[in-house]
């Protein structure tokens, strides 16, 4: 298939984690678990990915029970309880219709506040309500077909 090859389109995303504690009467489960937490992959303005993104992968910790989490369709997101922080390795299959690809991508799960690191690319805003650690990144589609072109165009 021929490419176009001077045309670049991006794709802005959002991956990160929200972190709450859990209430007494959320506490049915495990006793142990302190936190209810999401862990999602979403636009920035939580536009629909499903044009460019096929599935999303995301691997928890080997305590959690089937830790490899997909989600086929949007919402790209796992909620779960628990106690403890861990890298979450998230692996973004794209859509082949649009570019065949997987793009990886890994998130520390937050749910403890901690003191702002400048040198952190890693945004947290704490509330009394909740701990969101986020990551910007941005899907490059590099010298599209005409066909992915004018789908993405038209998005
Ligand atoms: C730590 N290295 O020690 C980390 C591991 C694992 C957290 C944290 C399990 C919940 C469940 C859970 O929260 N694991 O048992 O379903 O801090």
Not at 40 to 51: A, P
């Amino acid at each position: 298939k021929s490419r176009l090859k001077t045309i670049t389109h991006s794709r802005p995303i959002i991956y990160g984690t929200h972190a709450t504690l859990l209430k007494p009467a959320d506490k049915r489960g495990d006793p142990s678990h302190t936190h209810k937490w999401t862990v999602y992959v979403r636009g920035i303005h939580n536009e629909d990915l499903s044009l460019y993104i096929k599935k999303v992968q995301f691997k928890l910790h080997e305590s959690f029970e089937h830790p490899v989490r997909t989600c086929e369709a949007p919402p790209y997101e796992v909620h779960e309880t628990g106690w403890g922080e861990f890298d979450i390795p998230i692996k973004v299959l794209l859509n082949e219709a649009i570019e065949r690809g997987t793009i990886n991508l890994v998130h520390t799960l937050q749910l403890y506040p901690k003191d702002n690191d400048p040198a952190s690319t890693t945004t947290t805003t704490t509330t009394a309500k909740a701990v969101v650690s986020e990551h910007y990144e941005e899907i490059v589609f590099n010298e599209p077909t005409d066909d992915a072109h004018k789908k993405l165009a038209a998005h």
